[in-house]
């Protein structure tokens, strides 16, 4: 079997019409190749103060922005491995599960993991299975473990869908509709707790010889343990999951100012083929 995970349905849709900023940001990333990942994976998730995932306002930022933000980040959730902590995002919530989509490099560590959401909530989430091609995996969390209190503050992501990998035509309108297009990326701080919060635009769609598949490449700061976090648009929309960034082999800081995304079409086809493998096991 190539590769294995579980499922859901669709998920919440929260239309906000927005124009935001212009600017020249930083980025980030780490290594699970020449350098890349995100996971923080010299700092135990043990020694890791828990804490609720917070942006609360960006300071500086203007009030669509903040709404931006406000809304990303009850997807956004901090994942916890047995050595490695990173981050995470609410792909479904239905059927009485909640799916976690994260990292491979961080989720390959162990068969559960700890999540914390928004609310400051940690609950224990298992692993449904990993892609062997792309840089993503699976947890679950059985809804009836989470209180009504915490599954009404927190949203699953709604994902911009279009194949930018499999159709040349569909690359060249996204590329065409949103190359330089303005976009937030939000990932767990390892460092200070909370999430960390930087804006940039996208350069470009196109095939990585490290990631070996298609990535979407942003001019925005990221640093470790934001890889499974988000990259969306300045609707709120999920365009794709941090993976890893620009940081020379040498590095010790695991920051960046070039961001790559897998693109979330590409996450949604990996979920719905491993669904069907599973259900023919």
């Known amino acids: ?3 294995r995970i579980c499922a859901a349905v669709a998920a919440v849709a929260v239309a906000v019409i ?3 900023f212009s600017v020249n940001v930083n980025g980030f990333h780490m290594a699970v190749f020449p350098n890349i990942g995100l996971a923080d994976v010299h700092t135990p998730a043990k020694a890791i103060e828990e804490y609720a995932i917070s942006v609360d306002e960006p300071e500086g930022e203007s009030l669509k922005l903040r709404l931006v933000c406000g809304i990303a980040k009850k997807s956004v959730v901090k994942v916890l491995m047995r050595e490695h902590a990173g981050s995470g995002l609410i792909w479904r919530m239905d059927s009485g599960r909640l799916i976690i989509a994260s990292s491979r490099h961080l989720l390959m560590e162990d068969v559960d993991a700890s999540v914390i959401f928004c609310d400051g909530t940690q609950t224990q989430a298992r692993i449904l299975g990993y892609s062997q091609q792309y840089d993503v995996g699976f947890l679950y969390i059985e809804t009836k473990e ?3 209190s915490t599954l009404r503050k ?3 992501v709604v994902p911009f869908l279009d194949d930018i990998e499999g159709s040349v035509q569909v690359r060249s309108v996204f590329l ?3 190359a330089g297009a303005d976009i937030i990326q939000l990932g767990v701080n390892l460092g200070e707790g909370g999430l960390m919060f930087s804006k940039g635009y996208i350069m470009a769609a196109d095939f990585s010889p490290v990631f070996n598949c298609f990535m979407i490449q942003t001019k925005c700061y990221a ?3 934001m890889s499974g976090g988000g990259m969306f648009d300045e609707s709120g929309q999920l365009i794709g ?4 960034g620009d940081v020379s082999e040498d590095s010790l800081s695991k920051e960046s100012e ?5 693109p979330a079409g590409t996450i949604e086809n990996e979920y719905l083929a491993i669904l069907r493998d599973f259900s023919n096991e």
């Open 1 to 3: 079997m190539k590769r």
């Open 176 to 178: 065409s509709e949103r």
């Open 223 to 225: 640093r470790a343990g």
């Open 241 to 244: 999951m941090i993976s890893g």
């Open 18 to 20: 927005i124009s935001i």
């Open 146 to 148: 989470l209180s009504e």
């Open 258 to 262: 070039v961001t790559y995304s897998l």
């Open 154 to 156: 927190i949203n699953a």
